[in-house]
Structures are given as C-alpha cells and as structure tokens.
C-alpha cells in the first residue's frame, strides 16, 4: 500500500469517512445514501491514490474484501436472521404477558434491562436488543423512549463484554488466546455502568410512557412459537460454542453463526411461517450498517498508540464511530493490554452512537425514530456517563495489570 496522503497531517481516508459519519449524523433521514455515497468515494480514493492494505487496484480490493466477507456475510446473515426471531418472539404473546412480571413503576424498565444484560452474556446482543425491544413495545403502550432504546442497546452490549460468546469482540480475544477469566473481569465495569444508565433511563421511559399495569386478559401462549424463538437462539450458541472450542479455523472462512441461525429459521418454517414482510426494511437498515464497516475497515489504522488504561478508555469513545472488530484485531496484536478493560471499552463503547453497534442498527430497523445522533447523545446521555464512571471505578478496584506487549 502507498503511504496515505495527509491534509494538516490527517490521512485523506480519515477525513473521507469523517464527513460520511457527520452525514450519517446530519441527515439521518437519507442514512443510506450517505453510507453507500461515503463507502463509494473512499473506495474510488483508495483506487486511484493510495490502494488497499493487501495491494493496489482492484486486485488490492479485491484481496481486502477476501478478508472481510466473513465478517460482513455474519453481520448481514444475523440482522436479518434475527429480525424474523424478533416477529416470532413478537407473534408468541410473551411480551403480552410481560406486564404481568414486571413491577408497575420505573423498576419495570430497570428489571427489563437487566433481563437484557443477562440474555446477552450468552446470546448474541442483536438478539438480546431486539428481544428487549420487542417487549418494550408491548409493555409501553408501543411509545419507547429514545433515551430508554440508547440504554437497550447499552444493556446488551453490557452484557456481553464479559462474556466470550456474547460479543464478537470477546470471541476473537478467546480465539487468540487469551483466558475467559481475564475477559470476566469487565463486568466490574459493566455492572457498575448498567445500574448508572439504567435507573434514569427507566425515570425517563416512566414519565414519557408509563408501563402497563396488567396484560389483556384471555392471552394465550402460542408454544410452537416459543420453540421456533429458542431453537433459533439455541442454534446460534451452540454454533458459536462448537466453532470456538473445535473447529476455530473455521470461523475465519465462512459465516458459522448466520448460517446456524438461517438453519433453524429455515427448518422451523415448516411449523410456522416466518413473517418475511421485516425483510424489506431490515435490509435497508442492514446494508446502511455493512456499508459503514466496510468504510472502517478500510481506514489506514496500522498501529495504536501505546497500550495502557488511557488508551483503553479512547478505543471505547472510538468504537461508537468505528467498527471494534479492526480495533480489537489490532489491539490483539499489539498486545500489553489489561484485556477486561479492553473488552468493556470495545464492547460497551460502541452504545453511545446508534449506528456504532450491530446492535444499535438492529434496534433502529424496529424504531427508525433513533435514527438520529443528536437525539440519541441528548437523551441517551446516561449511557457515555455510565461507561466513563464504570471504566473508573473497575480501574479503582482492580488496578491495570497489562499482558506482555506483543
């Protein structure tokens, strides 16, 4: 690759995907032309001045995309995939009767966003985010508040930072090698930040929309449907769980997880059709997010300034506005990191801006309303707040204790 060409010593490509993200942020009405107008002129940039990490020309784009489709085939495969469990768990009438078992104040919104954090830290947090959105629907009279979405997306990136099968991201600490037990530690962290975002969150959902006291009487739960949900969920962990422990190599040449989910939502459709009318909009919403990973995983980010906690804490901030897979591949290889903060920061950071998760873009195909940054930093201010208070308080109990630089 040629070195890249600097404008007040910022690489071009950097700036290039600046003003796609501020695009994305100003015109979030039209949020898929601009990705798709941003991935195109960083891509007809790269062609013609600087090429690719893997070489120039088309064959050095080509090469770069080899490396990627895994990634971006899983991304697509599962947004769409877990848009249909969402209408089946929708169509099963649990969240129906979800008003039933949540407490009738603000601390029902509390107890459903700790029912996402769990389901997170071992489904995948799009599943576990579209699942809490789907009962916030019902159990708010289908009036949820942005700032109560910000802290759904929150919830299940949360829950999955201390996991190695709830995030991407602590899946490829797993595979390279580092302990399970290191990557615990962020719940620390994740605790702490959960209880800070999650009880004004849930005073702004009360006051906004309050819950619904009771369910409709006579409801009826349809089982087959309830089976359809925890096949696909099942299907989905233990691919995730086989291809890490077995066959990891395999995760690096075809997309093991989205292709387990459209199994069991392909064999299950036998008993009860999926509802394919999401697809239309999912796949809008899915292309938007594809588009602005494949822009980031283009950015000339060859190295990271040196590992230590103050580095950790930028990558979190940095992951709302660039995808965390390159950021945690990097730090992987740099190595010297204390990787529980690591995973807090890549995993958790991303909930601050709605598009900086797949989790985020998932819950915005099913509320388009946050579709907007600035509506979603006003009133999902508790969620930036929590991770800086969460990072520091893990900080304060455990200390930095870095493995060796690489």
Known sequence: MIEPILVFGIPVDFILFALTLLGVALFHHHTLPVALTGLATIVSYKLAFTGFKDGIGLGGLGQHMAHEWVTLANLFLLLMGFALLSRHFEESRIPDEMPALLPDDWKGGVTLLCLVFVLSSFLDNIAAALIGGTVARHVF??????????????????????????????????????????????????????????????????????????????????????????????????????????????????????????????????????????????????????????????????R?????????????????????????????????????????????????????????????NMYPEAKSVGRWISHGWPVAVAYVIGFFVMLAILGWHPDAPR
């Open 141 to 302: 009279s289908g009036k949820v508040h942005i700032g109560y979405l910000a802290a759904i997306v929150a919830a299940s990136n949360a829950g999955g930072a201390g996991s190695v099968v709830g995030d991407t991201t602590t899946t490829m600490m797993w595979i390279a090698g580092v302990s399970p037990l290191s990557v615990v530690e962020s719940y620390v962290a994740a605790i702490v930040a959960m209880f800070i975002f999650a009880v004004p969150a849930s005073l702004q959902q009360q006051r906004f929309s309050p819950i619904v006291k009771n369910p409709p009487s006579g409801l009826k739960i349809h089982k087959v449907r309830v089976f359809i949900v925890a096949a696909i969920l099942v299907a989905a962990l233990a691919a995730n769980v086989i291809a890490n422990l077995k066959f990891p190599a395999l995760l690096h040449t075809i997309p093991v997880l989205g292709l387990a989910v459209w199994a069991a939502i392909l064999l299950t459709a036998a008993l009860r059709r999926p509802d394919w009318s999401v697809m239309p909009e999912t796949f809008k919403g899915t292309v938007f997010l594809l588009a602005l990973v494949t822009a980031a995983s283009m950015m000339p980010v060859d």
């Open 304 to 364: 990271l300034p040196a590992a230590s906690w103050q580095t950790a804490l930028g990558l979190g901030f940095l992951s709302a506005v660039f995808d965390n897979i390159p950021l945690t591949a990097l730090a992987l290889k740099q190595g010297g990191y204390d990787w529980g903060y690591l995973a807090y920061a890549v995993g958790f950071g991303g909930s601050m801006i709605w598009f900086g998760s797949s989790a985020g873009v998932a819950l915005s």
